[in-house]
Each structure stands twice: as C-alpha cells, then as structure tokens.
C-alpha cells in the first residue's frame, strides 16, 4: 500500500480486486490457499486463458524496474497455468548462464542457432570476446543478445513466453516489436506487460532483505518474515532464521551493499522508468498496465486487507523472551511527492501557527525530504501549500542550509585555529571543518539518530538494550577520515539544553563570549555521562526532564553515541553545546544573495533604498550591480559601468543572475509592476525560486502566485 502515484508524470489506472459477496480471507503465503483465492478472484478469466493456451501461445515483455517484482510476477503465472504452457527468458540470467558455461554452451545445437541467426555490425567472434570481457569494447551489442534469446526460445519449442531483460536501451524497444518473428511465434500476439512501482519501496526491499547463504531463498526484516526471528543481544538488532526445512535454521544475512538501497542502482532505474514512457507512445503493440500500488486512502476500498502488503514491527518480550510480531499497514511516501496525510499534517500544523498568531509574518524552511521531491513534485507541493495556508513553501538548497547552521554556530566564534561542526539529524550526519569563518571541508554520513534508532530496536528500553560500545563501535567504522586537525567542535541540535537539564559537566566557555554559547564539556565530561545515560538512568527518568516534549528524548541516546564516536574518532578535546538551529542562522542573516526587480525608470530611487539596506547586513545584491544611472527616467536606464551593453545582454545577466540568487526581490511601491518585472517574475517561478514582493501586488493574479510579501 503507497500514498498516491508511482513513476514521476504516469497515472497507472486502478483496478480493483474485490468480489461482490467474498467474506472469506485467504493466507497468499500458502500454495493450496493461493489457488483457491485465484480461482475465487479470477476464476473465469483464468478458465479463458487457460483454453487459449491449448491452442495458442503469445509473447509477452515484462517492463519494469529492477527489483521491480517480475520473478514474482512471472512464478505466480507458471503457478496458475503450468510449466507446460508458459515459460519465461530471463535476458540477463541468461548472458550469464552462457558465459558462465560457454565451453559446453558452445557444443550444443543451441550454440549453432545463435550463431547461424546472427546478424551484426561487428563479427561473432569479436561479440563472443565482449561476452567473455577480453575486448577493449565492454558493451555487449544487442544484436548477439538477440541471437542467444532467439536460440533459447527455439529450444523451448511452442509456449507461451515471458520475456524479462528486453528491452534495456532505447534502440532495443524497436527490436523487441519483432519478437513475434522469432523461433515460430510468427503468428502469435505479442504486447508488452508493464509494472509501475514507487522506487521508495524498491529502496525498501533492499535496505531490508536479507538471504540465506544455502537455499538463496529471500526474505525481508521488514517486509517479509520467517517464523524464526531471534532477538540478537550482540548487535541490538533482530535476525532471520531459514525456515526451509534442507537449511536447518541457518541465519539469513543481508547482501552487500543493500544497506545503501538504491542510491547504487539509481541511474538503472532512472532508465528502466524512462524505457517504459518511451514504450508506452509505441502504437500498435498492445500493454498490460500492472500497478502493484494504491493511494493509501482508497486501499480499502479496492482491495481486501489481506491483499495489501503488512509491514512487520519486531520487539522482545522481556518476560518470556520470545520475539513478538505485530503487523501494520505499510505506507510509503511515492515518487511524486509525500503522503497525502503527511502533506495534510503539515498544512494544519502551519496554518494554525499563522491563525495563533495574527498579523505576524510567517515564513517557512523547508529542508532533507522536500529537496529530494521532484521538480514536479515541488511545484505541486509549493502550490498546494500556498493554497491551503496563503504562505510560500521555501525549499532551501544544502547549501543555503549549510550557510544558516555555520552562520548560527559561528558568527561570533573567534578563534583562529580549525573548528569542527557536527550536526547530527535523523538520516544523516554532516561534518564540517571551519576555518576564520571559511569552510575547510564538509563530509556527509548516511546515518543518522532515525538509523541508531532502527538498527537497535531496544535502544530505548528503560534502560538501553543495547551497549554505548557497541553503537560508537558501528558509527565510528563510518566516518570518513578528516585533512584537517580540529580539537574544538560545535555540536548542534538542542544539546545545550539537554546536557543542563540531563546534568552533564559543563564549564564556563572562556574560547570566546556569546550569550548563545556559554558552556563547553571535555571529551572526558561527555563519554561519562554518556555511559551513566545508557546504564544507570531509565528513559522516564529522562522525558520527565522534558514534560512539553518527552519524545524528544527518545533520540538522546543515539544522538549522544554518534558524537561520541565523531569526537572519538576525530580526536576533539573540547565540545561546544549548542543550542543554535537553522533559524537562528536565518536570524542573523537571512540572505547570501538576491536580485531585485522593479521599474529602474519609476521606481529606482525606492529599489536603490532597498538594495542600500541589504548591502549594509552583508547581502550581496547580484543585479541590478550599479547605483548611478546614466539616463534616469528614460524608458530602458543603463548604469554607468553598463556603457555598452545592450538591452537584451543586459536583461540575460538579470535573468542570469536570478539562476544563481537565494531569491528574487520585486520592489514594487503601491503594488506596481511593469513588463520587465513580469518576465523576471515568471522565469524566478518556474525555476522554483523564493520571490518576495516589496509590498502586496495590485494585479489579481500574481497574488494568486506562490509568494511572499513583505521584508
């Protein structure tokens, strides 16, 4: 179950599997109740099919993303109507079946049709060196894959077929459209079986499968269990057990890699979706449209519970030991956006904050999760919010956000030597080295106090199940090794206040004066603490600390082990607690650089204001870049130092500029704004940039446009 569509600008149609009057629910990991339930869904159209296939076959090519369920797929359509009527070609199983057993492959009358069939631009000796990796060309040409894929269908005689692997690039769609010539299927139908999925869920079946090293069979932590789970005291984490009979309990442990999802593969898969939009405008080859996914507020209404995928939530009964499994309906955010309730959640929550607080401006900061929406996505989102709240959804950049955290941290820092500033936040961790306010060097770690919280499941009993030594142990094997030497650091996020109200030994700050900085703890001050909060002081004891937010605390302990290991590893002396956020960045300086547009001919004296007051806090104005007009009050005003420029290089560099600038500022006095004014206005809209009129517009529809008013 998902939250809404899945590829970014496709809309796969919803079709609903329930049967008017079936009350009974089926068990879908049982063979002989599978069957039964297909029948009781499906029945006639599977008795269709099946007298079709006495007679007939048909060609189908599976389409869709890696990992994407067409194994599944494609077992369960041998499970209904046998393996003596359907059959299907793994693409890639195949190359590598062959060049893992060329030498006998290559006796065989499979062989000698592969390479009678051949047709290519380059020899099939030359093909047959690329498939064994001994050509200074690596890409295997499509025309040899095709010559192997015709032989296996040849081999396999009249049956249905299921092709999985093809096509994989652009060129090969038009190759696969001639599949129906090939090994007798002349005369048969041929169309193209297309699944849509969300590539968060691909993300999630990777992070969280696990195999066993006997059988290869797979599971899921999360997703799919077996009914051997044990709790691991070790590692704090939960682990599989085989429950194939032949495997006698062998754990099942994660491949390599898989904890990264699919960052790896995300180019493959940004592929695979752009072969099934380009398939989908192909005319004349039919489609089978698969949406293994439904927004999370209709699922009900489609399907029964029971056929929509559980999330399962693992814990430890502290009495009885036994590992206790609970299910839940598992939702994730699509590739278009974020949940429905999510965005709903969000919307209430600001829009209350703006009606507590009457005749107060209200900005907003969007960061992590919003940056990674699509540009679809975010223009989407953007307008809904303005619509619902009246107030412009800000996604700033990393880098935007970067300067507000160092500007909050160090803006009255003085020391001379290297600082290291540690911001830990739920998924990731970025550290950055600071010289005399200039950035030496920035790393960023996937893992973050949501990662500590997941992988150690009991990290929040009364008192922590799992050892501080244990969680630095992992974290610190992360880090990345650092050029630069720091002794000092800044560690963010609320920790001031919580190292007061948990009673870590702090001292006066004497490195330098700032009323937001007034204490400093020794490596020495913090691993202590740390370790009496993991085994000495329960979790109530610590969200009593906190009354108006005790879930807060509920990050502590991790938090607290990941910069341990950061100062561990890094070898810092002295830690600053800090309780400065992005905000107070925002505070102190809201802007790194902007644009300002407006009528130069009416106006310019109320934009040359303007741009004086942003210069004085440091702002650095990108256009208009001069203050002394050469021909004022003339219909197009060129500065001095523009002498030769013309009106169109001019207004590119405007434009330019807005490319490169945190926002566009429309100084517009009485809410005027001319022609020039509306072009920079659209162009700063569609690139999705801040824009903020001086005062509110007189024209109708740009205040119906995403936007702030007001400085």
């Known amino acids: 179950m998902y939250n809404s569509s899945g590829m970014k600008g496709l809309e796969f149609p919803i079709v609903s599997t329930k049967v008017r009057g079936l009350k009974r629910k089926f068990d879908l990991s049982d063979l002989k109740d599978r069957k039964v339930y297909f029948n009781a869904k499906a029945g006639d159209e599977i008795k269709k099919i099946k007298k079709y296939l006495t007679k007939n076959t048909f060609m189908a090519f599976f389409m869709g993303k890696k990992n994407a369920g067409k194994g599944t797929y494609s077992g369960l359509l041998r499970e209904i109507f046998g393996t003596e009527k359907i059959a299907t070609v793994g693409v890639g199983d195949l190359v590598r079946e062959v060049h893992s057993s060329w030498k006998e492959y290559s006796k065989t009358k499979e062989y000698e049709y592969a390479k009678k069939n051949y047709r290519g631009f380059i020899s099939w000796d030359e093909a047959v060196e690329r498939l064994h990796g001994r050509s200074t060309s690596s890409l295997l040409p499509t025309e040899f894959i095709l010559a192997i894929v015709k032989a296996r269908l040849e081999k396999i005689g009249r049956k249905a077929i299921f092709v999985d692997g093809l096509p994989r690039e652009m060129d090969q769609i038009s190759y696969s459209l001639y599949f129906r010539d090939l090994a007798n299927f002349r005369d048969d139908p041929d169309f193209f079986l297309m699944i849509d999925i969300p590539m968060s869920v691909i993300d999630e079946r990777l992070k969280y499968r696990v195999v066993c090293p006997k059988c290869k069979a797979s599971r899921n932590i999360k997703l799919l269990v077996t009914k051997d789970a044990r709790f691991n005291t070790e590692t704090g984490k939960f682990d599989l057990y085989c429950d194939n009979p032949d495997c006698k309990g062998t754990k099942m442990l994660p491949k390599e890699g898989d904890d990264l999802g699919i960052d790896p593969i995300r180019p493959r898969l940004e592929k695979d979706e752009e072969l099934i939009k380009k398939a989908l405008t192909l005319h004349g080859m039919p489609k089978v449209l698969l949406r293994n996914h439904v927004p999370a507020l209709e699922a009900l209404k489609y399907y029964d519970d029971y056929e929509l995928t559980p999330e399962y939530v693992l814990t430890q009964d502290k009495k009885s030991d036994k590992v206790l499994v609970e299910e839940k309906p598992w939702t994730v955010p699509d590739d278009n956006g974020i ?373």
Request: net charge negative; glycine share 6%.
């Open 339 to 711: 949940s429905l309730d999510s965005k709903n959640k969000l919307f209430g929550f600001v829009k209350g904050v703006k009606d507590k607080n009457p005749g107060v401006r209200v900005k907003t900061f969007a960061t992590a999760i919003f940056r990674k929406l699509s540009k679809s996505a975010k223009k989407k989102l953007v307008d809904e919010f303005f619509e619902a709240t009246g107030l412009f959804f800000n996604i700033i950049s990393q880098e935007l956000e970067n300067f507000y955290l160092e500007t909050a941290l160090t803006s009255k820092c003085n020391i001379s030597e290297p600082v290291l500033l540690i911001n830990i936040g739920g998924g990731s961790t970025e550290l950055v080295v600071l010289k005399d306010k200039k950035v030496l060097e920035r790393k960023n770690i996937d893992l973050g106090v949501g990662t500590i919280n997941t992988n150690y499941a009991n990290i929040n009993e009364t008192l922590s199940g799992t050892s501080l030594e244990t969680i630095i142990s992992e974290v610190e094997s992360k880090l990345p090794e650092l050029e630069n030497k720091p002794k000092i650091a800044f560690y963010s996020g609320g920790e001031l206040r919580y190292m007061q109200l948990a009673g870590y030994p702090l001292k006066q700050n004497t490195l330098f004066a700032d009323k937001d900085h007034p204490n400093v703890i020794t490596f020495d001050g913090l691993s202590s603490k740390n370790a009496e909060i993991y085994k000495s002081i329960e979790l109530k004891t610590l969200e009593s600390l906190m009354p108006e937010n005790p879930k807060w605390m509920h990050g502590a302990r991790g938090c607290s082990a990941i910069a341990q290991a950061i100062c561990k590893k890094y070898e810092i002396e002295t830690i600053i607690p800090s309780n400065s956020n992005l905000i107070d960045g925002v505070i102190r300086q809201e802007y790194r650089s902007v644009v300002l547009s407006g009528s130069f001919r009416k106006h310019l004296e109320f934009i040359l204001k303007i741009r004086t007051e942003l210069v004085s806090n440091n702002v650095l104005v990108l256009s208009p870049r001069f203050t002394e007009p050469k021909n004022p009050g003339e219909t197009f005003v060129v500065f001095s130092g523009e002498e030769g420029q013309s009106p169109l290089s001019l207004e590119r560099h405007h434009l330019d500029s807005i490319d490169n600038a945190d926002a566009l500022i429309v100084c517009d006095p009485e809410g005027y704004v001319g022609a020039s004014a509306l072009i920079e206005i659209g162009y700063a809209n569609e690139l999705g940039k801040r824009i903020i009129f001086a005062q509110k517009p007189e024209e109708f529809m740009l205040n119906t446009l995403p936007a702030e008013v007001g400085l």
